[in-house]
C-alpha cells in the first residue's frame, strides 16, 4: 500500500454578520478539489477579534462592512506581530482605491464578492497562507541569526517614548559606532542625525508609531559611525513600565555582517574564535547538557583549558556565592528553548570569583528543531561595579533634583524646556508634561522678555560661567511671580546644546526686604516699646525707645550689657529659666524689674525674648514696655474686682430689705389716711419720712450693685452741668497736652433732665473726642461746652476751631460706620450712638460746620418730670370709676396685706394667693373674672415670670391686666424678664397710692 502524505487542513476565519455570504463562501471552499479547509465562523466585529485573539488560524477572510465597524478598523486592532494571521478583505464590489488602502492598512489580499468562485478564493488564500509562513521562516532564520549576533555583543540603551531621546546607552554603543556614550543621552536628536538618510525618514515614523500605540517592534537600519563606516543595526525594542512611566527599553545588535550575505560560515566560526568574550557551546540532547565548543577567550577568562571544560555541565563554574535565581532563570530558558541573559557570579579556576554576564540561545536546524544553545560570556566586573556606583550616584542625584526645594530645569538652544523637577511644577504652576517643549520666553512676563533672551543668548555665547537675572514669569491664572535665576551652559565637546537653571521664587523675599526696612523704620517710630539685640549678653542694637524706658542714649551703648540694667536683687533663676525658654521654644514672655540707668530707679517692664540667626551666630532678641502704669493699673482692677463682689453682696442684701420696708412704709401710708391726734400723726409722719430714707438707701445700694453687674441703669434725675464737670476732668490730662483751651459756660438753675447719667457722659466723652482730633492740626485750638435752659428742657453745646464738615458729609456723620478718617483710626460708630442714645431720650441733635473754621453741635433734651407723692396721693384719693375684682399674689404676708388694705381701702374686691400656683386655682375656677392682677416676681412654686408665661397662653387676656411689684430689679436675669415683659412694674418699697393708681390704670385702660 503506497503511503500518501496528506496536508493537513487549512484553517480558516470567515468574519462576516450576513448568513448568505457565510454559506455562499462555505459552499465555494466546499468545491475546492485537491484541498481541505477548516472553516470557522464569526458573525461580529468583537467575536471576530476575540477569535482571532484566542485562535490559531491559518487565514481570516474579512468582510468588509461589519454593522457600525468596517474591515479597515478590525486591522487596525489586530496586533503586528507574526502570530497575526494574513487577512484577506471581502467586500460587495470592487473599488480600486478601497483595494489600495486595504492593503496599506495591512490586508494580504482584497477580492470583491461579485464573480468569486471556488477558483479564485483558493488560489487568494494558499497565496496569502504561503507568503506568511514564507515570512515567518525568514523571522525565524533572521531570529537564529540574532541570537547569535546577540550573544557577541549589543547597544543596550533606554529612552522617552515621547521624545525618542535616549535616557541610558551602554558603553557598547561607544565601541560600536565610535560616539561618546555621553552624547547619545545629552543630544535630543543624536541618533537621528546619525541615521543614513535614506532610511531616516521611515525609521523615524515607524518608531513613533509603535511607540505611541506601546507595541514592541524590531527593525533594521543603517547608522553612520564616527569613522564613516556604514552600520546596519537591528534595533530590537520592548515598552516597559517602570514607577508608573512608560519607558522604551532596547537593544541595537550589529548586523551588519549579517547583511553581508557573502560571509561564509567560515568566517563567522574565525570571528567567534577571535572574540574577546568567552563563547561556550553545549549539547541539550546530551546527558547533563555538557560544554562541546569553547573559544580561546573562555579559556582566558575562566582560566579553565578546553581540556577541562569539554564534557561538563557549566556549574562547574559556580560557587557558594552563586545567585540560584539567576541559575533558575537558565534553567527555564534552556527547558523552554529560548535565550536569556543574566549577571552570574561565577569562578575561575584559581577560585577568584568574577562578574560574568551569561547570554544564552537555542540554536536550531531550518526546520526548527534545537540542535544546541551557544553562550557567550562577558567579564562584566569592572563595569557593573562602575555601573552600579554610576546608578547610585544617578539616583541620588535624580532624588536631589526631585527632592530638591528650587526649581531645576533645561532648556535647549532654541529656549525649550526639556527638563523640569517637581519643585518647578509648583513654582510654574503646572505640570512637567503640560511645559515640555515650551519656549521658556512664553512664561516670561512681557516686560521682562527682552533681558530674558539677551541673558539667555549670552548663555549660549559662552559669555561667563554663569548667568544671574530676575524676571517676572507668568502663572496659570495670569498672576505674576519674582524669580531669581542662575544658569550655566550645557557644553558637550566645545559645543553649546542648552542650558542648566536654578530658579527660586523671590516674590516674598522682596516684599520680605521691604518689610524689613518698613519694619526698621517702624522700629525706630515706636515710643512705647523698646528693641534690643544682644549678643553674648552685649546690646549690639537699641532703638529710641529703648533707651527711653532705661534711661540712656542708645547711640552711646558701647559697653553696655545686660547686667547694666538688671537690678541686684533680680532672681538670676528666674532669668536663667527664660533664656531657657528661649532656646527650647524659641520664645519667652513675662515681667521683670530693670534699673533705669539714669537716676537708678527700678521699674517693672513687661518682656518678650526671642531667639534670631545671624549667620551662625544665635542674638538674643527682647521687646520691652514699661509696666509701672500698667502695674498700676492692675492694682485698680483687683480693688474693682473686690468692690464687683462687695456690689453684688450689697446687692443680694438690698432685695432681701424691700419686702419688709415695702411693708412698714405701707401700713404707715395707710395709717396716715385715717383721722389721727396731732401727735400720733407726726410720729407716723417720722416713720414714713425714716422708712423712706432707708427705702433711699436700699435703692442707691441697688443701683451699686447694677453698676457692678454692668446692667444699665434706670433713668433718673440727671444734672447736665454735673456731667460735663465730670466729662472735663476726665479729658483735663488729654486736652492739656494737646495744647486745647477749654472754657465751660455752664447755666445757672439748670433745669433736671430725665436720663441716663452714664449715657449722657458717654455722649459728651464722644463729642470731646471727636473735637480734639478735629483740632490736631488748627492753628488756634479752643473747646467751649456750655448749657442752657429751653422752654421744654436743657441744651448742651459743644464747639471746637477745628477742620470743620465738609458740606457734602453733614447728611451722613450719623449713619453707622461712616468715617473721613484714615483707615485705622476709626470706627464711624462714635457720633452714630450719639445719635441713638440722645434720640432714646426724647432729644434732638443739632450740627452747624464749616470748613477750615470749626464745628458747633447743640443737643436739646426734655426736662425730667416732677411726680410726687402728695400729688400722687391726691389722685389716689379720688372716687374710684367702678368697684374692681383684683387679685394680690405675694408669698410675703406683710407686703401682701398693705396692698390688701390699700386695695380695699379704694372700694375694690381683693382676693389673696401666696404663690403662684395658688393663683392659677383662682383663675382656673372661672367663678370670679379679675380686673387685674398684682403679682411678686420672686416667689415659691410658681415664680411671677411663670405665671406671666401662664397667663399669655390663656384665651381670656388676663395677661394685660397684670402689675409687677418686686424687689429684684438688681440682677441681670431680673432686669432683661422685666424689660421683655410689656407689664406695669413697679419696685419695691412703692407708695401703696402708686399701687392703687397703677391698678385702676390697669383695669381703666381694658374697659
Request: include cysteine.
Amino acid at each position: 500500500m503506497t503511503n500518501l502524505i496528506v496536508d493537513p487542513p487549512i484553517r480558516v476565519l470567515l468574519v462576516e454578520d450576513d448568513e448568505d455570504d457565510y454559506l455562499l463562501t462555505r459552499g465555494l471552499l466546499r468545491d475546492v478539489e485537491g484541498a481541505a479547509f477548516q472553516l470557522e465562523w464569526a458573525q461580529t466585529y468583537a467575536a471576530g477579534l476575540q477569535a482571532v485573539r484566542g485562535g490559531e488560524f491559518d487565514v481570516v477572510l474579512l468582510d468588509y462592512r461589519l454593522g457600525a465597524q468596517t474591515g479597515l478598523d478590525f486591522l487596525g486592532r489586530l496586533p503586528v506581530d507574526e502570530a497575526t494571521p494574513p487577512v484577506i478583505l471581502l467586500t460587495g464590489q470592487g473599488d480600486r482605491e478601497t483595494d489600495l488602502v486595504a492593503m496599506r492598512a495591512g490586508a494580504a489580499d482584497y477580492l470583491a464578492k461579485a464573480g468569486l468562485n471556488a477558483t479564485m478564493l483558493e488560489r487568494s488564500i494558499r497565496y496569502a497562507v504561503e507568503r506568511h509562513r514564507a515570512v515567518m521562516a525568514q523571522h525565524d532564520a533572521e531570529r537564529r541569526y540574532q541570537l547569535l549576533l546577540e550573544s557577541v555583543g549589543a547597544i543596550v540603551w533606554q529612552g522617552d517614548p515621547r521624545t525618542l531621546a535616549f535616557t541610558f546607552v551602554s558603553r557598547e554603543a561607544e565601541h560600536l559606532l565610535g560616539y561618546p556614550v555621553a552624547r547619545w543621552t545629552t543630544e535630543p536628536t543624536f541618533w537621528v542625525d546619525r541615521i543614513h538618510p535614506e532610511d531616516r525618514d521611515w525609521a523615524l515614523a515607524l518608531c513613533e508609531d509603535a511607540s505611541r500605540r506601546g507595541v514592541a517592534h524590531t527593525f533594521e537600519y543603517r547608522m553612520i559611525a564616527a569613522d564613516g563606516r556604514i552600520v546596519w543595526l537591528r534595533d530590537i525594542v520592548r515598552v516597559v513600565e517602570s514607577a508608573g512611566r512608560r519607558e522604551l527599553a532596547g537593544v541595537m545588535v550589529d548586523v551588519t555582517e549579517v547583511k553581508q550575505a557573502e560571509v561564509t560560515l567560515r568566517l563567522r566560526d574565525r570571528a567567534i574564535a577571535a572574540i574577546t568574550e568567552g563563547v561556550l557551546i553545549t549539547d541539550p540532547h546530551q546527558p547533563d547538557d555538557p560544554i562541546v565548543y569553547v573559544n580561546p577567550a573562555f579559556e582566558e577568562l575562566t582560566g579553565y583549558p578546553a581540556s577541562e571544560a569539554l564534557g561538563r555541565n557549566c556549574r562547574f563554574l559556580q560557587g557558594p556565592d552563586t545567585d540560584p535565581a539567576a541559575v533558575d532563570v537558565l534553567r527555564a530558558a534552556i527547558a523552554e528553548e529560548r535565550s536569556a541573559t543574566v549577571d552570574l557570579l561565577n569562578y575561575r579556576r584559581d577560585g577568584t570569583p568574577f562578574w560574568n554576564r551569561l547570554s544564552i540561545s537555542p540554536v536550531r536546524e531550518p526546520g526548527g528543531r534545537l540542535t544546541h544553545f551557544v553562550g557567550v560570556q562577558r567579564d562584566v566586573t569592572e563595569p557593573r561595579l562602575a555601573r552600579l556606583e554610576l546608578a547610585a550616584a544617578e539616583a541620588h542625584y535624580r532624588r536631589l533634583v526631585q527632592a530638591a526645594p528650587q526649581a531645576i530645569f533645561a532648556l535647549d538652544v532654541e529656549g525649550r524646556l526639556i527638563e523640569l523637577n517637581p519643585a518647578g511644577e509648583r513654582l510654574l504652576g503646572r505640570s512637567a508634561e503640560e511645559l515640555l517643549g515650551q519656549n521658556f520666553g512664553t512664561l516670561v512676563a512681557p516686560r521682562d522678555q527682552a533681558a530674558s533672551r539677551e541673558a539667555f543668548e549670552r548663555t549660549l555665547r559662552g559669555e561667563g560661567d554663569e548667568q544671574e537675572q530676575r524676571v517676572h514669569v507668568l502663572g496659570p491664572a495670569g498672576d505674576q511671580r519674582l524669580l531669581s535665576i542662575s544658569t550655566t551652559p550645557i557644553v558637550e565637546n566645545g559645543r553649546v546644546l542648552g542650558m542648566h537653571g536654578i530658579a527660586r521664587d523671590i516674590t516674598e523675599e522682596r516684599a520680605r526686604e521691604r518689610q524689613v526696612r518698613l519694619l526698621a523704620s517702624a522700629l525706630e517710630g515706636l515710643r512705647e516699646q523698646g528693641v534690643s539685640v544682644i549678643d553674648g549678653g552685649r546690646i549690639v542694637y537699641a532703638n529710641g525707645a529703648h533707651g527711653r524706658i532705661l534711661g540712656y542714649d542708645p547711640e552711646q551703648r558701647e559697653g553696655l550689657s545686660v547686667d547694666t540694667f538688671t537690678p541686684d536683687d533680680e532672681a538670676r533663676e528666674a532669668i536663667r529659666v527664660a533664656e531657657e525658654c528661649v532656646v527650647r521654644e524659641g520664645s519667652w514672655s513675662g515681667r521683670m524689674r530693670r534699673r533705669r540707668l539714669n537716676d537708678g530707679v527700678v521699674i517693672p517692664v513687661d518682656v518678650v525674648l526671642g531667639a534670631v540667626q545671624d549667620g551662625a551666630r544665635s542674638l538674643l532678641f527682647t521687646i520691652i514696655q514699661d509696666a509701672t502704669e500698667k502695674v498700676a493699673r492692675e492694682q485698680h482692677l483687683r480693688r474693682v474686682e473686690r468692690l464687683a463682689g462687695l456690689g453684688t453682696l450689697i446687692g443680694g442684701v438690698a432685695h432681701e430689705l424691700n419686702n419688709p420696708l415695702s411693708a412698714v412704709l405701707g401700713f404707715t401710708r395707710l395709717l396716715l389716711m385715717d383721722p389721727r391726734p396731732e401727735g400720733e400723726r407726726e410720729d407716723l409722719e417720722t416713720i414714713a419720712r425714716e422708712t423712706e430714707r432707708m427705702a433711699k438707701i436700699v435703692s442707691d445700694l441697688r443701683l451699686i450693685a447694677r453698676d457692678t453687674q454692668e446692667s444699665a441703669g434706670r433713668r433718673q434725675t440727671v444734672d447736665l452741668n454735673d456731667v460735663v464737670r465730670h466729662v472735663l476732668k476726665t479729658r483735663a490730662y488729654s486736652l492739656r497736652t494737646r495744647n486745647i483751651e477749654v472754657r465751660d459756660d455752664l447755666a445757672q438753675n439748670l433745669p433736671p433732665v430725665q436720663a441716663d447719667g452714664g449715657q449722657m457722659e458717654q455722649v459728651l466723652l464722644n463729642l470731646l473726642v471727636n473735637a480734639e482730633q478735629a483740632m490736631t492740626m488748627a492753628p488756634i485750638r479752643r473747646l467751649v461746652v456750655r448749657t442752657r435752659a429751653t422752654g421744654q428742657g436743657a441744651s448742651l453745646h459743644v464747639v471746637d476751631t477745628g477742620a470743620g464738615i465738609a458740606p457734602e458729609y453733614l447728611d451722613r456723620i450719623f449713619d453707622p460706620f461712616f468715617t473721613t478718617k484714615p483707615p485705622g483710626e476709626g470706627t464711624g460708630l462714635g457720633l452714630s450712638m450719639v445719635h441713638t442714645i440722645v434720640a432714646e431720650h426724647g432729644g434732638e441733635i443739632r450740627v452747624d460746620s464749616e470748613v477750615g473754621k470749626g464745628t458747633a453741635i447743640r443737643i436739646d433734651l426734655p426736662a425730667a418730670a416732677r411726680a410726687r407723692e402728695d400729688q400722687g396721693a391726691q389722685q389716689a384719693q379720688d372716687p374710684p370709676a367702678r368697684r374692681l375684682r383684683v387679685l394680690v399674689v405675694d408669698d410675703e404676708d406683710a407686703v401682701r396685706r398693705v396692698v390688701v388694705r390699700a386695695i380695699q381701702r379704694r372700694g375694690h374686691e381683693v382676693d389673696e394667693a401666696t404663690e403662684g400656683s395658688r393663683a392659677l386655682e383662682l383663675l382656673d375656677g372661672g367663678a370670679v373674672r379679675y380686673d387685674a392682677i398684682v403679682s411678686d416676681l420672686r416667689m415659691p412654686g410658681v415664680s411671677g415670670d411663670e405665671l406671666l408665661a401662664r397667663l399669655r397662653d390663656r384665651t381670656d387676656g388676663l395677661d394685660r391686666r397684670l402689675v409687677f411689684l418686686t424687689g429684684d430689679t438688681a440682677s441681670p436675669e431680673a432686669m432683661r424678664m422685666l424689660s421683655e415683659a410689656g407689664v406695669p412694674i413697679l419696685a419695691k418699697p412703692a407708695g401703696v397710692a402708686d399701687v392703687v393708681r397703677t391698678v385702676e390704670q390697669v383695669a381703666a385702660a381694658l374697659e
